[in-house]
Nanobody, 117 residues
């Protein structure tokens, strides 16, 4: 019943910036974990960053210092601010959210990020 809808992807030059959004159909305060994953051709889906409610925010080493996760509880939206983008950042980016009791895992359809000159 939960829907996650990503937006904000597009074409950007190396060194540029993008802001991805993940809009949830339910209050995001009820998710104990929310994050972003990405997948490029020929590669497995990998964790980019995630934020645990009341706990730590974690980033993949490849994006530390360049990407930032934020939440807007009023808009029920998770964001990924991406700066100083590199060609290797090009991928389909997915939003993920997790619930407990019962345990559930939700995914969005993805938004495409292309980094090219």
């Amino acid at each position: 019943q939960v829907q996650l809808v990503e937006s904000g992807g597009g074409l950007v030059q190396p060194g540029g910036s993008l802001m991805l959004s993940c809009a949830s159909s339910r209050s995001i305060i009820n998710f104990y974990d929310m994050g972003w994953y990405r997948q490029s051709p020929g590669n497995e889906r990998e964790l980019v960053a995630h934020d645990i409610r009341g706990g730590p925010t974690n980033y993949a080493d490849s994006v530390k210092g360049r990407f930032t996760i934020t939440k807007d509880y009023g808009k029920n939206t998770l964001y990924l601010k991406m700066e100083r983008l590199k060609p290797e950042d090009a991928a389909l980016y997915f939003c993920n959210a997790k619930e407990r009791a019962p345990e559930r895992n939700y995914w969005g359809q993805g938004t495409q990020v292309t980094v090219s000159s």
